[in-house]
């Protein structure tokens, strides 16, 4: 059929044409910007889920909802690598210009910029000029203690937003890949605007390990933040997000062929855009059968293995592939860790570094303690084709040095 007209859309954040299965938690944190724009206490929030879940396409729906209620927003990318004060400095300022145009610099205004350049200072952050003509305020945001700083920087804007009769809002994606001293000092500006009931409201997305890692970081955060876990659609809202964008434009699937791909796919909302961009782009017309779909199954498993898979394999060392081509091994998942050590032919102790190399990329993670999962659905058969001979590890023997 005609790609130009194909209406889904596979990819890293895109907005599929039917957002289904998500509503309700769209609806709740909805209601928590009603509240923040009310002046009413409110808990932030972190999307949790694996890869492919669509966090991110979530996220970005509730960013635009957000601009969209007049919230003054800040959006940002958590790298691996820890940036966050450059990341943070750049979008607050560009908040603070913004406030600024709405009308005459106020006095919360104004100390604001100064405490944001005490800030770009302290942490020597690369960032455009700051105007206002404000000479930095001593004692605020100069310490170069983040956790000091970065509550007083934030509450500076706030009250900025609030001086305005405005709020602010940030938004943060990937956010476990803060190290633990950031995450400690956001989670800590979070929990001070919370107490002075400040118009500033956190969401973040990230992978199942966020949650332990917040509550690591600072003890109280499992009680700042609502923690929505994000997983594959239900049957009906799967075949929602399958159906009705071809409807849509006057395409029919037969019932077989939703079938397969929902068993394929396991209701992963980026894999159903996937495999219908594909299979949209392979029938002949409507409407789609099975056959259509199974021929074109191999192809698309072909593309994310070079493309969704790949990328995540490649930055991996031969260990820590050993390791997974281990998991895999056993199947699907979640495994004991003892599990995994003894199929390596290893113990515990000897892959511990791995395994946490392995966590700290993002590539796996713990639910409970002894037990491990894979972060991207399918990796497990993945693995298994990458490597299709499984051999247990054999440790080098370190040669002694003749005296």
């Known amino acids: 059929m005609d790609r130009r007209h194909n209406p889904y859309a596979p990819g890293a954040g895109l907005q599929p044409p039917e957002l289904a299965g998500r509503d309700n938690l769209l609806q709740d944190v909805a209601t928590d910007m009603d509240r923040l724009l009310d002046r009413r206490p ?91 003509g404000m000479e930095p305020a001593p004692g605020q945001a100069d310490t170069g203690n983040l956790e000091q700083d970065l509550p007083d920087l934030i509450q500076a804007v706030a009250e900025a937003a609030k001086e305005r009769d405005s709020a602010i809002g940030l938004f943060i994606d990937e956010v476990q890949y803060l190290s633990q001293h950031e995450m400690a000092a956001l989670i800590v500006a979070c929990h001070e605007m919370a107490q002075q009931n400040l118009p500033f409201l956190f969401i973040g997305a990230g992978l199942p390990q966020l949650a332990a ?75 789609i059968r099975q056959n259509d779909v199974e021929r074109t199954t191999p192809k698309i498993i072909a593309h994310l293995d070079a493309n969704f898979f790949r990328v995540r394999f ?20 979640p495994y004991k860790t003892g599990e995994i050590a003894a199929t390596l032919g290893v113990t515990a102790a000897a892959v511990a570094t791995v395994r946490q190399q392995l966590i700290d990329k993002g590539m796996i993670w713990s639910q409970r303690y002894g037990e491990t999962a894979f972060t991207v659905p399918m990796f497990d058969a993945f693995m298994r084709r990458q490597i299709p001979v499984f051999e247990r590890h054999k440790p080098k023997r370190r040669k002694l040095r003749r005296k």
């Open 42 to 132: 409110t808990k932030g929030t972190m999307l949790l889920g694996l890869r492919g879940v669509g966090k991110t396409v979530v996220l970005n729906r509730l960013h635009h909802m957000a601009d969209e209620k007049g919230i003054h927003t800040a959006k940002i990318e958590a790298p691996e690598g820890g940036t966050l004060p450059q990341l943070l400095a750049q979008e607050l300022r560009r908040i603070l210009y913004g406030l600024d145009l709405r009308t005459a610099a106020g006095g919360r205004l104004r100390k604001a910029v100064s405490i944001l350049r005490n800030f770009v200072h302290a942490f020597k952050v690369k960032i455009g000029d700051i105007e206002f």
């Open 314 to 333: 490649d930055r991996l060392t031969a260990l820590q592939q050993k390791y997974l081509r281990a998991m895999a091994q056993l199947g699907p998942g």
């Open 213 to 287: 890692l917040a509550g690591n970081a600072k003890s109280y955060a499992e009680r700042l933040f609502t923690y929505p876990q994000m997983g594959p659609l239900e049957l009906n809202a799967a075949r929602d997000a399958l159906v009705h964008p071809a409807q849509n434009q006057g395409v029919l699937f037969e019932d077989n062929a939703v079938e397969k791909i929902l068993r394929v796919t396991e209701c992963y909302p980026y894999l159903l855009q996937e495999w219908g961009f594909q299979v949209w782009n392979a029938a002949a017309g409507t409407p």
